[in-house]
């Protein structure tokens, strides 16, 4: 059931999350998450974009895209968020009332090896780390789902292949448990936007975007 394949380089591949403003609940019902998977259907029509994974949490969402020219991440990400408050809003009759997300979304730059199937195991395993469910694939709402259901097209957002072969355990691999360590690392991508990978990607990458920010403790520096 599950498809490996490889594509043509170009671009960087990105992490991306958004959470609810006061930890309030965004997705309470299916319509609302069929609803949020409608709207990046629209989204890829208008601002093509390669979707390599996502999941759809109560309270949040995750998103792994894979640009392929500057700017494309931006223009892709304002339109999705915005068209989804607006519909989000005047489906509740609450125009006006309040921010739905906590503000501007968050992301970090991934190297395409080892690092990526790390980054998506996360992002695919979240159900089951917010114990909604016993095992990921039981969770509708998400790309691991949705690979496992290819029979399943409409209002399905198209998903990418991979730029690195997917493992043909997969399954196993994202209902295992993930060290705290790896988890812990990527907790700080996501809180910094530092870029996720080898050491000597991580820099140069850190470089080429002008992401040194994230490599610096927060608060005042020390004096001597």
């Not at 700017?71 to 006006?96: D, Y």
């Not at 029979?151 to 209902?175: A, F, H, I, T």
């Not at 870029?195 to 992401?211: E, H, I, N, S, V």
Request: with cysteine; net charge positive; hydrophobic share 40%.
């Amino acid at each position: 059931m599950l498809r490996t394949a490889r594509v043509a380089p170009g671009g960087i591949v990105f992490h991306v999350l958004n959470r609810a403003n006061a930890q309030a609940r965004v997705f309470e019902r299916s319509p609302d998450y069929a609803a949020f998977e409608r709207v990046m259907c629209d989204t890829v029509r208008a601002v093509p974009m390669r979707i390599l994974g996502y999941v759809i949490m109560p309270s949040h969402w995750h998103l792994v895209l894979w640009p392929e020219r500057d700017g494309e991440l931006a223009a892709f990400m304002q339109r999705l968020t915005t068209t989804h408050v607006r519909r989000w809003h005047l489906h509740r009759q609450t125009v006006g009332l309040g921010h739905l997300y906590q503000g501007t979304y968050k992301s970090f730059p991934i190297q395409e090896d080892e690092h990526l199937l790390v980054v998506m195991r996360y992002v695919e395993r979240n159900p089951v780390r917010a114990k909604l469910v016993e095992r990921a694939e039981d969770w509708r709402w998400s790309s691991f789902w949705r690979w496992l259901h290819p029979e399943v097209v409409d209002g399905m957002p198209p998903l990418c292949p991979w730029p690195v072969e997917r493992p043909p355990n997969w399954p196993d691999y994202v209902n295992t448990c993930e060290p705290q360590a790896q988890v812990d690392t990527l907790h700080g991508s996501i809180a910094k936007g530092r870029p996720f990978g080898g050491g000597a990607w991580q820099w140069q990458t850190t470089k080429a975007l002008g992401l040194e920010s994230t490599f610096r403790p927060r608060g005042r520096p020390r004096g001597t």
